[in-house]
């Protein structure tokens, strides 16, 4: 079993719709969860970061974050073409200083005007 | 923009050749991680640099080095190359914790 999994789609979604992404993970000692966009042949981009579970709010992004579960998820409202990308989430342990990223494969969104 | 640089932006080489890329990080930040994208694989850690000293080890293949200079700048020496190292080679730099900040990475080639 991979430590993160994460659904690669491709996901197709008319504009303006709710988008739901989402990722499992088994290594329960993750505690730092991130989901970065990655535009075709570019650096991924941080999105949203939340520490432990809870929510997060940042404009029409929302992160979610389940512990008990081992359940993460990203939902994007209204979503516009510019959102059309490859979404990764990613989590980290921490601890002895080092904050290095497992990441699951992405899922591909296309946002269709 | 990230604040993250990366040197060059494409790179081909021959097999056997041996290569370096460059990262400059983040103006104050102290770690600098590497990370390789294939296609098959996804996004690889392969190792951290926190101001200067390497912190912690993934998926590195011992054909590859990396180090970090006094400026902070990192480079990572990937030599004996073989098709298989065909990737995208991605920088990130983080302040101390989670919150990792991406260059724009560097497309390797291995002809």
């Known amino acids: 079993q991979k430590e993160v999994e994460q659904d690669p789609g491709p996901l197709s979604v008319p504009e303006g719709a709710i988008v739901s992404l989402n990722c499992t993970y088994s290594n329960s000692a993750f505690q730092y969860f991130m989901w970065y966009r990655q535009y075709s042949r570019k650096g991924p981009e941080l999105l949203m970061y939340t520490y432990s579970s809870g929510n997060k709010e940042d404009g029409r992004f929302t992160a979610q974050v389940d512990k008990s579960s081992k359940y993460i998820s990203l939902f994007i409202r209204d979503s516009q073409p510019s959102d059309s990308a490859t979404y990764l989430c990613?989590?980290?342990?921490?601890?002895?200083?080092?904050?290095?990223?497992?990441f699951g494969k992405g899922t591909k969104l296309s946002v269709i005007p | 923009d990230s604040g993250v640089t990366q040197t060059p932006k494409h790179l081909i080489t021959a097999t056997g050749q041996r290569v370096t890329l460059r990262c400059s990080p983040r103006s104050g930040d102290l770690s600098v991680y590497w990370y390789q994208q294939s296609l098959d694989q996804g996004l690889q850690f392969l190792i951290q640099y926190y101001n200067g000293e390497e912190r912690a080890k993934g998926n590195i293949l011992e054909r590859f080095s990396a180090q970090q200079f006094p400026d902070l700048h990192s480079e990572l020496n990937l030599s004996s190359l073989e098709l298989g190292d065909s990737a995208l080679y991605f920088c990130?730099?983080?302040?101390?914790?989670?919150?990792?900040?991406f260059g724009q990475g560097t497309r390797l080639t291995v002809v």
């Open positions: 990613a989590m980290s342990a921490g601890g002895a200083g080092s904050y290095q990223l497992t």
């Open positions: 990130a730099s983080s302040p101390g914790d989670s919150e990792a900040f």
